[in-house]
C-alpha cells in the first residue's frame, strides 16, 4: 500500500464514505443570499471501536455581516445576539469557514472518507448559508456535500413524534437550557449529541452492519 492511499475506516464504511458534520448557523433573516451570517458552528464526531459515535471537536466563531447584508431586527431579539457587544469578537466568513473547513478537511482525510455531509436541525438552512459564505468568500474546497445532507428534524419526527430541537432534546432524555439556545456553538452541539444518540440507539437495536 501506497504511503498516499486512503485507508477506509468503519466510519467510512458506515455512511458510504461520507463523515457527517454537525452544522449550525445563526442569521440576520431566512435568505442565504441577501441576510447576514452571524455565528456558526461545527462539531466533528469519532466513532470508537464498538462503532458507537461520539462528539469530538467543536469550532464556533461569531462572523462579522458581509458587506450590504440585511439584518432583521427580529432575527436579532430571537437570537440574543448583540452586533455591538465587545466580547463578541467578530471575524470575516472567508476566516470562519477557512478555520471550519481545514477541521473538517482533516477528519474527513483521517477516517478515509470522501468528503463531508452536513449534519443539521432543519439542514438545509444551515447548508444553504453555508454555501452561500463560502462562495462570496471565493473557497474553492467546499469539503461538504454541495446538496445532501442528513436533517435531525426529520429524524425526530420519525423516533420521537417532534421536530423543534429543545422538545426533541427532552424526549431523547438530554438536557437542554432554553437559556443558552440559538447560540451555533450549544445548537449544534445538542443537534450532535441527538444524531449520534439516534444512530447509536438504531445500532444497539441491529440496525448496523446490516447482516
Known sequence: MSSTEIVKTPFAQRFRGFLPVIIDVETGGFNAATDALLEIAAVTLHMDDNGFLQRDETFSFHVEPFEGANIEKAALEFTGIDLESEDREAVPEAIALGDIFAGVRKAVKGYGCNRAVLVGHN?????????????????KRNPFHPFSCFDTATLCGLIFGHTVLATSCKLAGLEFSNREAHSAAYDAE????????????????GGWPLE
Open 123 to 139: 439542514a438545509h438552512f444551515d447548508l444553504n448559508f453555508l454555501n452561500a459564505a463560502a462562495a462570496r468568500s471565493d473557497i
Open 190 to 205: 445538542k443537534t450532535a449529541d441527538l444524531f449520534c444518540l439516534m444512530v447509536n440507539k438504531w445500532k444497539a437495536l
